[in-house]
């Protein structure tokens, strides 16, 4: 069973406005942990944020920050103020805590274009 | 601290060849991924270590696939003999933390892998 859902192969945005970009996932662990990695064309997956499912509020590092809304098990990644460099594929992951292991499962990603 | 190094960059082989990869991770972490990223799609676990031993490998392709992690520290990752599916990004990752969700995962810029 898909584990990460991500329903948007493609969005864009114009600079300086912010972009919403979906992730839903499904786990029966109470421990488990959401990531936001970035791949611009290059090829590289640059870690972008981290979400705990124990954590009180919302994850934010600079212009990112996680919608979390545990109950709908939705995490999505707000980005804003978006830059041309911000032009990248974003993956959604999860890695569930506990006895199961860690591994860390992606979704299938969101091509985002930032027009200027 | 230098990063996840992976070589080589590129391959181009013919099916039924063999091939092997390279990589080494951030010194310290315990934790070594080995992904396969096939174009358009999320990346996908291939085997997993910890220290030198293994963690999980439930979606390696074992009848063609091989990997170790020796000394735990490199790993090398061995197709033999490759098919054309095979074609693909093979991502290596690194992270400190062992069985909890939080650790995020450091990636190498992975080796570009086309099979003819």
């Known amino acids: 069973a898909q584990k990460i859902t991500q329903t948007q192969p493609g969005m864009f945005v114009q600079e300086k406005e912010a972009v919403t970009l979906d992730c839903t996932y499904d786990t029966s662990d109470p421990s488990y942990g959401l990531f936001w990695y970035k791949q611009p064309s290059s090829g590289e997956m640059i870690f972008l944020i981290y979400q705990g499912s124990y954590d009180q509020q919302n994850a934010t590092e600079g212009r990112y920050s996680l919608n979390f809304q545990k109950a709908r098990k939705s995490a999505n990644l707000v980005i804003s103020a978006s830059q041309l460099g911000d032009s990248a594929m974003y993956f959604c992951a999860m890695r569930e805590g506990g006895t199961s292991g860690s591994r860390l499962t992606f979704g299938e990603g969101t091509q985002l274009t930032v027009n200027p | 601290e230098a990063g996840v190094a992976q070589s080589p960059r590129y391959k181009i082989i013919e099916k039924r060849q063999s091939v092997a990869f390279w990589c080494n991770p951030i010194?310290?972490?315990?934790?070594l991924y080995w992904y396969q990223q096939i174009l358009g799609q999320g990346p996908k676990l291939l085997i997993q270590f910890q220290n030198n031993g293994v963690v999980d490998d439930s979606q390696l392709p074992k009848d063609r696939f091989s990997a170790e992690r020796l000394k735990g520290v490199d790993s090398t990752l061995k197709i033999q003999p490759a098919k054309l599916e095979d074609s693909a990004v093979y991502l290596c990752?690194?992270?400190?933390?062992?069985?909890?969700?939080?650790?995020?995962?450091?990636f190498g810029n992975g080796t570009r892998l086309t099979v003819t």
């Open positions: 990752a690194s992270s400190q933390g062992g069985r909890g969700p939080n650790s995020p995962l450091h």
């Open positions: 010194s310290g972490h315990a934790t």
